[in-house]
């Protein structure tokens, strides 16, 4: 089966814990993409990589890291210095143009 | 920020009407999407229309694209009960990084049965 997966689906955690969300994807795309969703709201963009070894910031990279060590994997790591982590986290993954293929979403909460 | 607005924010039909969305956007584009999720999960593609489409279909699916104006609409006829979703509509900037979109705040389309 071909797609992209993350996991786990729900997670929670405690205020000050840093916490890694995973994404897989087995498309063959160079582009992956991490975006945060709230409630009732759009997606926005929290990273973005190109290729292996390179990644950009997005419109709300404050408090997330990433890492593009391999082309299938991108995982977000949600730090304790993201001030407001509970949310709705999406993966994706795409060709240089076109169309976005997105994961299944984790939901954060963290108390 | 976000570019791109929807219109109405929810909108609730019968089974068999039509369900009309619109979408509005800052910058110029290449390309605008549209995309469907349902509750809790993620972003299912539905069609991309290019700057210098005007209209394009996909299967109950309607899109059309004006430039001058920077809006969009999605048109679903023949609505069903699994089309309740919300609809959201995707843009690339020109001149922006390849293929990073910027998405609209979403339509919550509710079909009744």
């Known amino acids: 089966d071909g797609g992209i997966t993350q996991s786990p689906k729900y997670l929670f955690r405690k205020e000050g814990q840093n916490v890694t969300l995973s994404c897989e994807q087995n498309?063959?795309?160079?582009?992956m993409y991490w975006y945060r969703q709230d409630p009732g709201q759009g997606l926005r963009l929290i990273y973005y990589?190109?290729?292996?070894?390179?990644?950009q910031k997005g419109d709300i990279a404050e408090g997330y890291s990433v890492s593009r060590e391999k082309k299938e994997s991108f995982p977000l790591t949600v730090t304790s210095a993201q001030k407001n982590p509970t949310a709705f986290y999406l993966c994706?993954?795409?060709?240089?143009?076109?169309?976005?293929?997105f994961g299944p979403g984790t939901r954060l909460t963290v108390t | 920020s976000q570019q791109g607005e929807e219109d109405p924010q929810a909108l609730s039909i019968q089974e068999g009407e039509n369900a009309t969305m619109n979408c509005s956007y800052k910058?110029?584009?290449?390309?605008l999407q549209w995309y469907r999720q349902n509750s809790g999960r993620g972003l299912v593609h539905l069609i991309l229309?290019?700057?210098?489409?005007r209209e394009k279909h996909s299967g109950r699916l309607r899109v059309t694209l004006d430039t001058s104006k920077k809006s969009s609409s999605l048109l679903i006829t023949a609505s069903r009960a699994a089309d309740t979703a919300s609809y959201f509509c995707?843009?690339?900037?020109?001149?922006?990084?390849?293929?990073?979109?910027?998405f609209g705040t979403g339509t919550l389309l509710a079909v009744q049965p």
């Open positions: 994706a993954s795409g060709p240089p143009v076109g169309e976005q293929y």
């Open positions: 498309l063959n795309h160079d582009a």
């Open positions: 990589s190109q290729i292996v070894n390179d990644f």
């Open positions: 910058t110029s584009i290449n390309n």
């Open positions: 229309i290019r700057s210098n489409e």
């Open positions: 995707a843009t690339d900037a020109i001149g922006g990084a390849t293929n990073k979109l910027i």
